[in-house]
């Protein structure tokens, strides 16, 4: 069955890079396109980017000077990279498979459980 | 950015009963809209998508509606599985965004 799965480090300094990954099963990176979300503690969702079923990828304009995402196929992985971190970027991290095959539709089907990501020193 | 604003953020209920729940774009996203559940200890389950369309698995009693900037989740005949923290997003545009939940409680 379809699940994702985040990991990566639950403590990141400020002013360090957060690195996560997203381990996939159950269907395809080149089919589906990934996208991360996250939520500080007590507030709302955000919509971090997306690597599409191509390669391409897509970020949110207020990350996207600190953010990249990127893959590895052969692993069923999906990675993202956040410089620069700050206690705002406090968290929980999520990464979502987009309900559409091929063409995305940017909404989202199967979510994994999150990994907390706490910035301090 | 299209801003999404939830309402309310807080709503008690009791099995049986029948809720609503608003959420408003600052712009129009013509009828992309997708609703989503939260509870503790299982991934985030999508509900609704454009607007009004229930994903597999979404029981009858949930339906949505509206367009433009106005949408409404309307979940009838409550059941104890229904309290949950409930999020729209709007799919029209980028960057994506998701309104600020609303917490549905047993009364």
């Known amino acids: 069955q379809v699940q994702l799965k985040e990991s990566g480090p639950g403590l990141v300094q400020p002013s360090q890079t957060l690195s996560l990954t997203c381990t996939v099963s159950?269907?395809?990176?080149?089919?589906?396109?990934v996208h991360w979300v996250r939520q500080p503690p007590g507030k709302g969702l955000e919509w971090m980017g997306r690597m599409r079923y191509n390669g391409d990828t897509s970020y949110n304009s207020a990350l996207k000077s600190r953010l990249s995402i990127s893959r590895d196929t052969s692993k069923n992985q999906v990675f993202l990279k956040m410089n620069s971190l700050q206690t705002d970027d406090t968290g929980t991290y999520y990464c979502?498979?987009?309900?559409?095959?091929?063409?995305?539709?940017?909404?989202?089907?199967?979510w994994g459980q999150g990994v907390m990501v706490t910035v301090s020193s | 950015d299209v801003q999404m604003t939830q309402s309310p953020s807080y709503l008690a209920a009791s099995p049986g009963e029948s809720v609503s729940i608003s959420c408003k774009a600052s712009?129009?996203?013509?009828?992309?809209l997708a609703w989503y559940q939260e509870k503790p200890g299982k991934t985030n389950k999508l509900l609704i998508y454009?607007?009004?369309t229930l994903q597999s698995g979404t029981p009858s009693r949930f339906s949505g509606s509206g367009s433009g900037t106005d949408f409404t989740l309307t979940i009838r005949s409550l059941e104890p599985e229904d309290f949950a923290v409930y999020y729209c997003q709007q799919h029209n545009e980028y960057p994506l965004t998701f309104g600020s939940g609303t917490k549905l409680e047993i009364k």
């Open positions: 712009k129009s996203i013509n009828t992309y």
């Open positions: 159950g269907f395809s990176l080149t089919s589906y396109n």
């Open positions: 979502t498979r987009d309900l559409g095959r091929y063409y995305g539709y940017n909404y989202f089907d199967y």
């Open positions: 454009s607007g009004s």
